[in-house]
């Protein structure tokens, strides 16, 4: 063991985290477990899993964007590979077969490739990889927003569009979602109950960016905040009839606005993927509105 540190196991909803995601009342199946590493009473990593007993699996934070190991400042290679183990050693005496892991990509982690590495030398294989576009910088996002908002500001005006940009008032837009994807035939994934629940819990942390034409919508984006510097493009849809161009680009424009509104750091676009190859006109799409792309990696190690 590591000098002057500790190794811990808690319950999850007896740590506040920056990744809010994490802090979600536990599923009915299982139990959420914080595996903490502790330096003078002081939190240097955690990683949060859920713990399936009759699958015996553990699975951090699943279903959601990601989950992953996190630390609060850079730690040494030799720390972060003996809390690895510690987890994995933890697991394997509670009779767990199956671990995964889903680490953030790198704009959220500094040391996202080390952590990659150590889980590759510890017996983790990947599982599935998908790519993340990313604009970072919070004065790039000001500059940006600077030179394009006069191309912006006379698509709306020549559209006659009103804007709505701001916390979600009410889920009629979900109906709206699906049933415009579905009638571009797309498949749709969203599930609704839970993210239902989700916005009940962190209602400061959803926003909803919707576009207007002569009194009806035709176009709506949703984003989250995951943390405090970053702000998730997590589902968009423009309506299959709509009489205006470019309604994406200017839902992406007023989600840049957005991030401005709440000073994050980075802007996550997400991934672009169908389900056996790479969707290139989805990314072609958002490259002109990022200048970064990093990997999603999730780790599978069977005990």
């Known amino acids: 063991m590591p000098e002057k540190y500790q190794f811990a196991v808690e ?14 009342t536990p599923l009915s199946e299982g139990t959420y477990w914080d595996f903490c590493l502790y330096k003078k009473e002081k939190k240097k990593a955690w990683v ?23 630390f609060q400042e850079k730690l040494h290679s030799e720390i972060l590979a003996y809390f690895i183990e510690e987890s994995i050693q933890f697991l394997q005496k509670q009779g767990i077969q199956k671990i995964e892991i889903t680490q953030p990509p790198k704009p959220y982690q500094d040391n996202h490739d080390l ?3 150590l889980l590759f030398k510890l017996g983790f294989v990947p599982h599935s990889l998908v790519a993340h576009q990313f604009f970072i910088g ?33 889920f009629e837009f979900l109906n709206a979602i699906r049933a415009w994807n579905e009638n571009r035939g797309y ?17 400061e942390r959803y926003f909803l960016i919707s576009l207007e034409k002569n009194g009806k919508v035709i ?19 423009i309506h299959p009839n709509s009489p205006i161009n470019h309604a994406g680009e200017i839902l992406l424009y007023y989600l840049f606005r957005l991030a401005d509104e709440l000073k994050v750091e980075l802007i996550d676009l997400g991934s672009s993927d169908q389900p056996d190859s790479p969707n290139h006109s989805l990314m072609f799409f958002k490259s002109r509105f990022s200048n970064d792309i990093s990997n999603k990696v999730t780790w599978v190690k069977t005990l």
């Open 11 to 24: 319950k999850s909803d007896s740590n506040p985290k920056d990744y809010f995601l994490s802090g979600l």
């Open 48 to 70: 949060t899993f859920f713990i399936d007993k009759n699958s015996k699996q553990a699975v951090s934070l699943p279903q959601l964007p990601f989950g992953g190991i996190w």
């Open 115 to 117: 952590i990659d590495y």
């Open 138 to 170: 919070r004065k790039r996002i000001k500059k940006f927003l600077q030179k394009e908002e006069p191309k912006f500001y006379r698509r709306v005006k020549d559209g006659k569009l009103q804007v709505y940009s701001g916390p979600i008032q009410n």
């Open 187 to 203: 498949a749709v994934s969203l599930d609704e109950s839970k993210l239902i629940g989700q916005v009940s819990e962190f209602p």
């Open 219 to 237: 176009a709506h984006t949703l984003a989250v905040k995951l943390t405090e510097n970053s702000i998730y493009y997590f589902q968009s849809a």
